[in-house]
């Protein structure tokens, strides 16, 4: 089993390392980020009583995008407030 967890943490080094000498950046979220279907695509709507509607409540998946151009490869995947 540890060969496992030592090879799937030796590929995910080599993945950083290609996105970082590509300049490809996660998409970094501030705290009480609310819903921008630009940046964020949500993969579910929950009800709560005291937020407001399309505030984030979870990241399911980062998102990444080359800053230097402005391109978004992929959207961060959201939880959001109904």
């Known amino acids: 089993m540890e060969i496992w967890v030592d090879n799937f943490r030796s590929v995910r080094r080599s ?10 950046e996660p ?3 501030p705290e009480d980020m ?3 279907a630009k ?4 993969t579910e709507s ?5 937020l407001d509607s399309d505030t984030i409540l979870e990241v ?8 230097a ?7 961060v ?4 407030v109904s």
């Open 27 to 29: 998409i970094a979220l």
């Open 39 to 42: 940046w964020h695509q949500a």
């Open 34 to 36: 609310v819903f921008d």
């Open 77 to 80: 995947q959201v939880k959001v």
């Open 60 to 67: 399911v998946k980062p998102g990444y995008w080359h800053p």
């Open 15 to 24: 993945l950083t390392l290609i996105l970082t000498r590509r300049e490809i």
């Open 46 to 50: 929950v009800p709560h009583p005291d």
């Open 69 to 75: 151009t402005g391109r978004i490869l992929s959207k």
